[in-house]
């Protein structure tokens, strides 16, 4: 069983990204499951989405998890949300940010000597970039394939553009470009 | 020509309401209290005349309440004028008429009320109110005279 | 005709997507709707697939739930295929029609996602709308996952609409933990969908002008009594079509579903009993327990709320020593409501197990693996000592001191 607990506001698109990694997981055979926490939430709270991935149907309803991944894809909430919360020894984060994985670390002491399970990428600046606005999810779901190592690229790219086919032509390119670069660039 | 049977065949207030003991059980009411209001096939229903449409024992039309009345109205051929407004007003439908001819009054669902009486525009007025158990040919001998205007 | 759908033999989709599919596939005639979260996604799915021409029906927009459920009375009266979705407020605005629908037997079909009745206000899920309605007559179902909430809105059709049944069908999931996850989902073809459900063949359809009939009598005590026995009859008599369902839904999808469901109870010593998403974490529970600490845990889950399955109930638990039945809704003054059924259920058996009462998570209040053990681990003290050790009722996974009450008297 994976698991994976997503931090982000409202709006970020941690709950798309969520299903939309579930989605790819699935046309591999294996069972999935993603769920968010939110309610009357506006837009720009923060919120925890969460992904389970398993070979077996996932009987566990429980939002409680000791994640395996973390994924931040909001700056400020890796300050200001416990993103270390029910965390295992061998937890890895991954985190958006414009700053170094030494300048990141050096602000939030709750990562201080797991140099090693920590991995830094700026999702805002390359959404900017590629999709015009700031949707972290996607890239976040480029740096979760490299370091998990769960896909090839080509073949997440390849089922990512039937999750998102119902989109114009021009949001998909953005999408798939945006998932590139962050596997290239997370480190 | 009051509380005529149109046809021999009609079911009109045919049983009392029922109450006591001999009631369906449980097992025997209608499913969901859905009632059927006519035996058969009642796809031409609108285009028959009341008397001649088999109306089922869960329609109104095939019970009698004629025992909650104690006052009755008498009908008056003589001094009718065939307005309708009786059978406008009727609460219970129990004004018969056919072709807008007055016929008479359905003494098995009038209650008593006295609406019609009260609308009838004749004088003297063509529906009046007697005791249930005067018999009409007695009611209709006692009609009152014309009243002149100057009387009133 | 309808639209075709494009369906993967495969999909990822929350209970809501799931449950409105099952709509769209059984191709309903009329939704009368006022949405409220969390079950809003069912019918405006199936609003779309009228707009976009999946299906060949109608979206009515009304000015509330009690018009919701009462528009769903009129196109189901009138002859058509019902259905609808609301939770919690709305399931209690909708609450007097209710019973109106069952009375005069129509086969309406409710998706209810479960969530907490204010006050305080709450969008999440527990099953305080779901014993709302556990007296209105209607037949509940309940999903454990967004599979079985698919599942379940397919079988609600056929099990509601058998003429022999003629009841109002409601199918349950949690609000969020099942309606706002998504999971892995096999869904059917349209084809075999459809033709699992069959044709709508109406009964007393008040747009039959060859057999005028009246809906919504009134009885008085001459014959309301018998009425509403018939009622009761008739809900009792729908647990064999109901498992004839569940067969032939077999049949076709190779799931098989039971009106009780037993996980691992052939030689279980404790078990819990549950509703909804919890029934599958506490599986997980009693699977590792037994592993961990040789604890032979089972979970029994009631799929078929009502008609209640008092006989399964008994021959399910009549052999543990201990149960624990988790009642999540506000109990309001007395032992959950569950609780009471299970525990007059083993009542009748000559073993008599020790019962006990946990209030577990309302408002959403997360229920977890680790809370499950717990409870396990308790039944196990009891069933050891011989008598119930602690408080007869527990609230569980509540902040504050321990709140519980009730002793067993001991001679």
Redesign the interface.
């Known amino acids: 069983m994976t698991e994976i607990r997503w931090h982000s506001r409202a709006g970020q698109g941690a709950v798309s990204g969520a299903k939309g990694l579930g989605d790819v997981v699935a046309t591999t055979g294996k069972e999935v499951q993603a769920f968010a926490l939110y309610g009357s939430a506006k837009r720009g709270a923060a919120l925890r989405a969460y992904n389970r991935i398993d070979d077996e149907q996932i009987f566990n309803h429980a939002k409680f998890m000791n994640p395996d991944y973390v994924l931040v894809i909001d700056p400020a909430l890796a300050y200001t949300d416990n993103i270390v919360e029910n965390e295992a020894d061998h937890t890895k984060y991954i985190i958006t940010t414009h700053l170094s994985k030494e300048e990141l670390i050096e602000g939030i002491p709750s990562l201080k000597g797991k140099e090693e399970r920590v991995f830094v990428v700026d999702c805002v600046q390359i959404s900017l970039d590629t999709i015009g606005r700031s949707v972290p999810n996607a890239p976040m779901l480029g740096a979760f394939v490299k370091i998990s190592g769960m896909f090839e690229l080509d073949y997440f790219l390849e089922n990512m553009k039937r999750v998102l086919s119902k989109f114009p032509q021009k949001i998909i390119d953005g999408n798939m470009a945006a998932i590139t670069r962050a596997y290239n660039e997370v480190k | 020509m009051q509380d005529l049977n149109l046809l021999a065949n009609d079911n009109r207030g045919q049983h009392q309401l029922e109450s006591g003991g001999n009631l369906a059980g449980w097992h025997e009411v209608t499913q969901g209290s859905i009632l059927p209001s006519f035996e058969g096939d009642a796809t031409n229903i609108a285009h028959m005349k009341a008397e001649e449409r088999t109306y089922s024992n869960h329609n109104s039309y095939t019970a009698t309440v004629a025992s909650w009345r104690v006052k009755k109205p008498v009908f008056n051929i003589d001094v009718c004028i065939d307005c309708q407004n009786c059978w406008v007003w009727c609460p219970d439908s129990s004004i018969l008429s056919r072709d807008k001819q007055m016929l008479g009054i359905d003494y098995d669902h009038c209650k008593g009320c006295e609406v019609c009486v009260e609308v009838c525009p004749t004088n003297p007025k063509s529906l009046l109110m007697f005791s249930e158990y005067t018999p009409l040919d007695e009611a209709l001998s006692q009609w009152p005279e014309k009243k002149k205007k100057e009387e009133k | 005709m309808a639209e075709k759908y494009d369906l993967q033999e ?3 989709w ?1 209970g809501n997507f799931a449950a409105s599919q099952a709509l769209r596939q059984a191709q309903i005639d009329v939704v009368a709707a006022y949405p409220i ?1 969390p079950s809003t996604p069912i019918v405006e799915n199936y609003g779309s697939y009228v707009a976009n021409g999946y299906v060949d029906g109608e979206f009515v927009m009304v000015e509330s739930e009690h018009a919701a459920m009462s528009g769903c009375v009129g196109a189901s009266a009138a002859g058509g295929r019902v259905a609808t979705a609301t939770s919690s407020q709305g399931f209690a605005l909708m609450a007097e029609v209710l019973y109106q629908a069952s ?4 086969p309406i079909v409710l998706n209810v996602v479960n969530r907490a009745l204010a006050s305080p206000l709450n ?2 899920g527990d099953h305080a709308d779901m014993y709302l309605g556990r007296d209105s007559g209607w037949i509940q179902l309940d999903a454990f ?1 967004a599979q079985e909430a698919y599942d379940m809105a397919l079988c609600a059709f056929r099990i509601g609409e058998n003429h022999a049944v ?1 009841l109002p069908v409601m199918v349950h999931q ?1 609000g ?3 309606s ?5 989902v096999y869904p059917l073809s349209d084809e075999v969908a459809y033709n699992f459900v069959g044709d709508f063949k109406p009964v ?1 359809d008040m747009l039959d ?9 009134q ?1 008085e005590e ?2 309301h ?3 509403k ?3 009761h ?2 809900l009792m008599d729908s647990r064999p079509i109901i498992d004839e369902v569940f067969a032939d839904f077999e049949k076709v999808s190779g799931r098989k579903y039971n009106r009780v469901e037993s996980y691992d109870m052939e030689d279980a010593e404790v078990a819990i009993v549950a509703l909804g ?2 029934v ?2 506490a ?2 529970a009693a699977k590792e327990l037994r592993a961990e600490e040789g604890i032979k845990a089972g979970v029994v889950a009631i799929r078929c709320f009502r008609p209640f399955p008092f006989d399964l109930v008994r021959d399910s638990l009549e052999n543990v020593k201990a149960v624990a039945v988790l009642d999540r809704s506000s109990p309001g003054g007395a032992m959950g409501a569950f609780f009471n059924e299970v525990s007059a259920a083993l009542y009748t058996t000559p073993n008599r197990p020790l019962v006990t009462n946990f209030i577990y998570g309302l408002g959403g209040r ?5 809370e499950a053990k717990r409870i396990f681990k308790e039944q196990k003290a009891h069933a050891d000592a011989g008598y119930i050790t602690t408080d007869i009722q527990q609230f569980s996974g509540l902040r504050g001191p321990h709140l519980g009450f009730f002793k067993t008297k001991r001679g």
């Open positions: 495969r999909e990822v929350d979260t009375g005069m037997r129509l969008v999440r996952n003629r949690d969020f933990i099942t706002h996850t998504a999971q892995n007393d002008f060859s057999k005028p009939v009246t809906y919504g009598a009885t001459d014959w009594f018998e009425h026995a018939r009622q009859k008739a998403t919890t599958e974490t599986r997980v997360d229920f977890s693996i680790s």
